[in-house]
């Protein structure tokens, strides 16, 4: 999703090509102006606060914001003796964050020895997002991990016949679905419950989490353990899959106009974990509000 994660463009499963004559290196880093004012929360206090942040897009990761050291509140980064080595940033050194009476060891990082052509991160600082109470566009919260701009949603309602059947069982049957089209993945088919025979979906245990969508939960079907997914309370971006499910096609059959879908190369999502102490309130409610 995005540029350089799952099959973006610069990720390494990326299904799309590049058309030149000759073969690009294996890993390309592309570094830009976020263009957003973004803020860091740790310890209660306000430690970077900044309108000049870099994005770097990393092949294989979620993007990464650097900060102008002087956009960070002095006293905050404490040097350590940890260094390490980035395989195309060369030396890198880590900072023990501290603020409001709390400490958290290697908590930001600073490459050191940049080539000229990385100069973009010259004297700027990352924060690890997970290591942080909360990070902030102006005045709400963003979850996960920063906002990939080239990362998209879009919902299109279609009259397409979608039939869901698991054995000799018909587990869904419409003709107005609704497309999702996500950045690096195949689309995704929601069905509205009156279309659907609930009684056929268990609640499963475990949620996952998106940055885009919200929470989401998980329905076994007989012995199809996660077979579905629904996000009851979807974010406001994508409210219209509220509450309609979404059937994996790996673990049910899925029919489109007939045509059974497979679940398609690279389209398997890759969990990952969400902020620090970020509750399920605080998902549901989405990005919260920074307060003073």
Request: aromatic share 10%; hydrophobic share 40%.
């Amino acid at each position: 999703m995005g540029l350089s994660w799952q099959q973006g463009p610069l990720a390494p499963g990326a299904i799309g090509r590049f058309l030149v004559p000759d073969p690009l290196p294996a890993r390309l880093l592309f570094a830009e102006p976020l263009r957003r004012r973004m803020r860091v929360r740790f310890g209660g206090a306000w430690v970077a606060d900044s309108e000049d942040v870099v994005l770097l897009h990393e092949p294989g990761r979620y993007p990464v914001a650097y900060f102008p050291l002087g956009d960070i509140t002095d006293g905050v980064l404490q040097p350590s003796t940890h260094t390490t080595r980035h395989a195309d940033l060369g030396a890198t050194t880590w900072y023990t964050v501290e603020a409001g009476g709390q400490s958290k060891p290697r908590a930001a990082w600073q490459h050191t020895e940049l080539a000229a052509h990385a100069s973009d991160l010259k004297d700027r600082v990352a924060f690890a997002w997970r290591a942080m109470d909360a990070f902030y566009e102006e005045d709400e919260r963003i979850v996960g991990h920063a906002a990939d701009s080239y990362h998209r949603i879009d919902i299109r309602q279609t009259s397409r016949h979608l039939v869901v059947r698991h054995g000799d069982r018909v587990i869904a049957d419409t003709s107005h679905p609704l497309a999702l089209y996500e950045s690096g993945f195949a689309p995704r088919w929601y069905v509205p419950r009156a279309d659907v025979d609930e009684s056929a979906l268990t609640p499963a245990s475990g949620q996952t989490f998106c940055p885009y969508k919200g929470l989401a939960s998980y329905y076994d079907i007989d012995d199809a353990h996660g077979a579905a997914w629904s996000y009851l309370d979807a974010w406001p971006g994508v409210r219209r899959i509220s509450g309609l499910v979404s059937f994996e096609p790996d673990k049910v059959e899925v029919h489109l106009d007939g045509s059974r879908l497979r679940l398609e190369p690279g389209q398997s999502v890759i969990a990952h974990g969400v902020d620090r102490d970020l509750t399920t309130d605080e998902v549901f409610t989405g990005q919260n509000l920074a307060g003073a």
